[in-house]
């Protein structure tokens, strides 16, 4: 006896014919009839009074009938009380991230989470690369990507990625695209190059001395001995835009942040920034504590698994223009 001859034996009941009752359950009234005889064999009484009119259950059949109703709702609830258990992994995991790198990737990061582990909560704190570094060495972090920072105290860091500096703004009369160094195959999808002492020479519009971007191209200027001609200064990254989009001046700005600068116009600039070539590299950071994960839950594990294939796959696919790093978990 199973509960497929129960839920056959009810529906004949209710339908009190074999043959309505067989067009029901989409199978072949032979063959219900052959279930019927079966579960009657099994029980050794006779379940159904059969006559031109239809079939109605006897005694034992109105007995079984009963019981077999209540056998598969039993059996119903207790698929929802184990569909209802906890399935897969469930904790929270806190996820601090440069702003420019968070619309890339944390994006496309949480929507797979979201699919493949779905009792995983990620908080993300997306700031300044200097806070980036604040909020692991606080512990207010679990996973951290540093900007330029190879090695943190007190800290377990590994290499993640590494991606170019771009030079980007309007070029209304062409002056600057004619000073480019040779530009790839058309076609090709690859940036021209851009000489940094052409680029500092340009009207600029950068951040303030505090921000890692504005940093990098001092450190650029310097080894070159190239002053840089800045003729807009502003903490606020809405503000750069602006002004770069308007076209007062143009700017420096990682590979990850070009979905954010999107062509406008056709006397839009996007040039890769050499001599020096300008990368900003990213280091994947996390706790001691936490690095191995030792509550066994294998959460930290798992969306350190995810960033590493997401990365993977935004790199595979062009949508960021980076190198990537053995940043797969520690074993």
């Given at each position: 006896m199973d509960l497929r001859s129960l839920r056959y034996?009810?529906?004949?009941?209710e339908a009190g014919s074999l043959s309505r009752a067989a067009g029901s359950l989409y199978i072949a009234q032979p063959a219900l009839t052959a279930q019927i005889k079966k579960l009657e064999s099994e029980l050794g009484a006779q379940l159904l009074e059969r006559s031109h009119a239809g079939v109605t259950p006897t005694q034992a059949g109105v007995l079984l009938y009963q019981d077999a109703r209540r056998l598969l709702s039993d059996a119903v609830a207790m698929r929802e009380r184990f569909r209802r258990l906890p399935d897969g992994l469930e904790g929270s995991v806190t996820i601090a991230v440069p702003f420019l790198l968070s619309s890339l990737l944390m994006g496309p990061l949480l929507a797979h989470l979201k699919d493949t582990h779905p009792r995983i909560r990620v908080f993300v704190l997306d700031d300044l690369s200097l806070m980036v570094r604040k909020a692991m060495l606080d512990r207010r972090a679990d996973i951290g990507l540093l900007v330029d920072t190879p090695q943190v105290e007190g800290l377990a860091c590994r290499p993640f990625a590494h991606e170019s500096m771009y030079f980007c703004g309007h070029d209304p009369d062409g002056?600057?695209?004619a000073l480019l160094q040779t530009p790839p195959p058309a076609g090709s999808g690859a940036r021209p190059d851009i000489d940094f002492a052409v680029a500092a020479a340009q009207p600029l519009v950068l951040q303030s001395r505090r921000y890692s971007i504005r940093q990098q191209v001092e450190d650029a200027a310097s080894r070159r001995g190239t002053p840089l001609n800045i003729v807009h200064e502003h903490d606020s990254a809405r503000v750069i835009r602006s002004l770069y989009a308007?076209?007062?001046?143009?700017?420096?700005?990682?590979?990850c942040a070009m979905g954010d600068t999107p062509a406008m116009g056709p006397d839009w600039l996007v040039a890769r920034v050499v001599n020096p070539q300008m990368t900003r590299m990213y280091t994947l950071a996390t706790a001691p504590d936490r690095d191995r994960d030792p509550g066994g839950s294998g959460v930290l594990h798992a969306v350190l698994q995810t960033l590493a294939e997401v990365t993977q796959r935004l790199v595979a696919t062009g949508r960021w223009d980076a190198e990537i790093a053995d940043a797969s978990p520690s074993p």
């Open positions: 034996f009810i529906a004949v009941v002056r600057v695209h308007c076209g007062a001046g143009f700017t420096f700005t990682p590979a």
